[in-house]
C-alpha cells in the first residue's frame, strides 16, 4: 500500500518504521524538519518537510496515489483538516486521525473519518484497571 502519514512525534514515527518494515510505500510529512530524525535510520520511505495541510506538500508526499492516510500530529486541528482534505479533496480510500478532543473526534467519526481519540481510550483502560485489580 502507499501511505502517507502527517506528524512524526513518537506515534508517527513509530507508525511510519512499522509500516515500511511491513513492505509499504510511506512518505512522512511534519513542519519541523528535526521531527523527521525520530525516523529509524533503517526507514526506507519519503520525508517531507511542510505542512499536511498544503495540498501541495501532500502532493509532494504521494497523496494522490495513497491507499490510506494518517494524521498524528499533537493539535486537533490540523488532524482533522488534514484528514478532510485526504478523504475530501484527494479522495484516499482509508483516512484516519488521531483526535484528542471527544466531542470532535465523534463528530468527524460521523463524518467518516476513522477517528483515534487517547484520551477517552486510555481513560477506559484505567477505568478498567480498576475492576481487573
Known sequence: MNIVIVGCGRVGAR???????????VSVVDIQSAALRRLSPEFSGTAVVGTGVDEDVLKLAGIEEADAF??????????????????????????AARV???VRAETYRRMGIYTVCP????ASLLLDSLSTS
Open 15 to 25: 507508525l511510519a518504521g512499522t509500516l515500511d518494515q511491513a513492505g509499504h510505500r
Open 70 to 95: 494518517f494524521a498524528v500530529t499533537n493539535g486537533d486541528n490540523t488532524n482533522l483538516m488534514a484528514a478532510q482534505l485526504a478523504q475530501k479533496r484527494f479522495q484516499t480510500p482509508q483516512v
Open 100 to 102: 484528542y478532543d471527544p
Open 119 to 122: 484520551t477517552t481510550t486510555i
